[in-house]
């Protein structure tokens, strides 16, 4: 909330206050008769307290004339408030693959993490979007619903890891992508997105991805396929020792590219290949720049005005000058 005054210009009539203080200190000796005498010390008599406070008088005057013309110059309370047209935004299902394998250390620290920390800055930049969240293995599951609370949902980002007690093992792409398309399907914004990361081949799961990807096209929803995996060979975590910690060995990569490439062409969307972590974040970047919200941004400003409450204060001070004039300081000459 901002303060401003609607019409500033009339500020300029304050410079009328130290005129009027000039003139009437020029002027006093004139509004009291006066008598030439020899000597005064036979009327001398001290001051009461009434005399010393009749000066006070004036000052209420002046007070009084600078309230009123705060008073015409308007202040007031700006409030200024702005909404989005959530009908011309996008809405998004961000579907990562959280295998065992998305452990692998060819990304920096691994492929889970790096997807994440890429994901975390896209979500930041589209705050005129609905986003939600879907994890999957071998099965799958809504991490975070479509929502426009960006604090919630990247606090639930940060909580993805993979727990091979929660999830089945192994990579269900089609599962993965039905349970997005059910997340979005119903969405009535005017452009419906899904983001498929995934680093291996589909190998379980009763939905075949294809199929899904026929269904993702019925409902009118685009999906970007990502394969993220460097070319050649990786870590990849094969085992625990005796301690719990988690054994790797070089595997070759593998990513079914082919399925990814046939999903984006049925959903006319795009697939991409993530080989490191910078080529990861420009695929995010790239998507970021071809699916761009129209946004009608509506403002409102709310004013309180304030000017009521000086001029009752300027009337106010005007009266009580007048009222005490006219009676504890009326036997005054």
């Known amino acids: 909330m901002n303060s401003a005054l609607m019409h500033p210009h009339f500020l300029w009539l304050l410079l ?66 702005s909404y989005t047209d959530s009908k011309n935004g ?14 692998a250390t060819d990304f920096k620290p691994n492929r889970l993490e790096a997807i994440k920390k890429v994901a975390e800055s896209f ?11 879907v994890v999957y293995a071998g099965e799958s599951y809504t991490k975070t619903p479509v929502t426009s609370d960006k604090t919630m949902l ?10 091979g007690l929660v999830l089945q093992d192994g990579t ?8 997005a398309i059910n997340r979005i399907k119903n969405s009535k914004a005017k452009s419906k997105i899904i983001i498929l990361l995934t680093d291996g081949v589909n190998n379980v799961g009763s939905l075949d991805p294809i199929s899904a990807a026929e269904i993702a096209k019925d409902y009118g929803i685009k999906v970007y396929t ?5 070319n050649g060979m990786a870590n990849f975590p094969v085992a625990k020792d005796s301690n719990g910690n988690i054994v790797f060995q ?4 593998e990513i079914d590219e082919k399925i990814l490439q046939e999903i984006a062409a049925i959903t006319k969307g795009k697939y991409f290949r993530a080989t490191d972590n910078n080529k990861l974040e420009a695929i995010y970047d790239e998507i970021d ?34 009222i005490l004039s006219r009676t504890l300081f009326k036997s005054f000459i």
């Open 289 to 322: 720049g071809l699916e761009k919200s129209k946004i009608t941004e509506n403002r409102l400003m709310l004013f309180d005005e304030q000017f009521r409450s000086w001029l009752l204060i300027g009337l106010f001070v005007l009266i009580l000058e007048m």
């Open 154 to 163: 990247l606090s639930a980002l940060r909580e993805v890891q993979y727990n």
């Open 16 to 81: 009328v206050i130290p005129i009027a203080v000039f003139w009437h200190y020029k002027t006093i000796k004139q509004q009291h008769p006066a008598i030439k005498i020899s000597t005064t010390e036979g009327f001398s008599i001290p001051k009461s307290w009434l005399m010393k406070c009749r000066p006070f008088l004036f000052l209420l005057k002046i007070m009084a004339l600078g309230f009123v013309i705060i008073a015409l110059a308007r202040p007031r309370n700006t409030q200024k408030s």
């Open 172 to 179: 269900a792409i089609g599962i993965g992508l039905g349970t």
């Open 226 to 230: 990502v394969g993220v995996g460097t």
């Open 250 to 253: 070089p595997q070759k990569v």
């Open 90 to 103: 996008i809405d998004i299902v961000i579907a990562t693959d959280v295998s065992g394998s998305m452990l």
């Open 123 to 133: 979500i930041q930049k589209r705050t005129n979007d609905r986003i939600g969240l």
